[in-house]
C-alpha cells in the first residue's frame, strides 16, 4: 500500500455533483441543456463581475449569468474560500435545479443558498439584525450577504455576494457587475452608509 495515499482522508464535506438528479421536469430539462451548454467554459479561481466574458456568457435558467447570476458566483465563492472548490457549471446546475427564482429571470434564493451548505456538512446561520452583522461575520469563516442595491428603490433590484472579514476589512467577491478584483469595505455600517438596504447575512463556518 502507498503510506502516503493512506494518510489522505476523505473531505468531511459533500459535493454539489452528488446533489444534481435530473428527471424529465421542466428545470431538470433547463439543467441539462444548460450544464451542456457550459461545459465549454473554463472558469479558475474567484470570480468577480458577473457580466465580464467569459462568465456573462454562461446560461442560467432562461437567461445568462450575466443578467441574474450574483446568487450563483456567490455560492461558487464561498465554496472556494471554504477550500471546497466546484466546477462553476455544476454551480449553475445545482441553481437551475433547485434554487432559480423563476427559471433565473430574478436570481437565485439565498435561503435555498442556506440549505446547500447545510447539505453540504457547514453550519449556518442566518443573521438578520443588522446590528449584528460586523460581530457575527468576523467570527465566521465565510458569509453570504443580500441587499437592496438602493434603499428604497425596487427598481436597483437585490445583489447577493460572499464576503469575509480578513485583516480586520470586510472582504467582499463580485461587488459589482464589472468588477475587476476583491473590493474592500471597512464594515457593513459603513457599507450601509452608502445608500444599500441589508436583508439577510448567512454566516458559514466548517
Not at 20 to 26: C, E, G, P, R, V
Not at 111 to 120: G, P, V, Y
Not at 173 to 180: E, V
Request: net charge positive; glycine share 8%.
Amino acid at each position: 500500500m502507498n503510506t502516503q495515499m493512506s494518510k489522505i482522508k476523505p473531505s468531511p464535506y459533500g459535493t454539489i455533483k452528488k446533489l444534481l438528479k435530473f428527471n424529465i421536469s421542466l428545470p431538470a430539462v433547463i439543467a441539462k441543456r444548460n450544464l451542456a451548454f457550459n461545459h465549454q467554459f473554463k472558469i479558475n479561481g474567484l470570480i468577480h463581475g458577473q457580466c465580464v466574458p467569459p462568465v456573462a456568457s454562461m446560461h442560467y435558467g432562461m437567461v445568462n449569468i450575466g443578467w441574474s447570476g450574483c446568487g450563483i458566483i456567490a455560492v461558487y465563492n464561498a465554496l472556494f474560500l471554504l477550500g471546497n472548490p466546484h466546477c462553476f457549471y455544476d454551480v449553475i446546475a445545482w441553481g437551475d435545479l433547485k434554487a432559480s427564482t423563476i427559471f433565473g429571470l430574478f436570481g437565485t434564493s439565498p435561503r435555498k443558498a442556506k440549505i446547500l451548505f447545510r447539505q453540504l456538512g457547514y453550519t449556518v446561520n442566518a443573521i438578520l439584525d443588522k446590528n449584528q452583522f460586523d460581530a457575527q461575520a468576523q467570527k465566521a469563516d465565510i458569509c453570504l450577504f443580500t441587499f437592496w442595491n438602493q434603499r428604497g428603490s425596487l427598481r436597483r433590484g437585490i445583489h447577493t455576494v460572499c464576503v469575509q472579514y480578513n485583516s480586520g476589512l470586510l472582504n467582499v467577491y463580485n461587488l459589482s457587475n464589472f468588477s475587476s478584483e476583491v473590493a474592500y469595505i471597512a464594515s457593513f455600517k459603513e457599507w450601509e452608509l452608502s445608500g444599500i438596504a441589508p436583508i439577510v447575512l448567512y454566516c458559514i463556518n466548517r
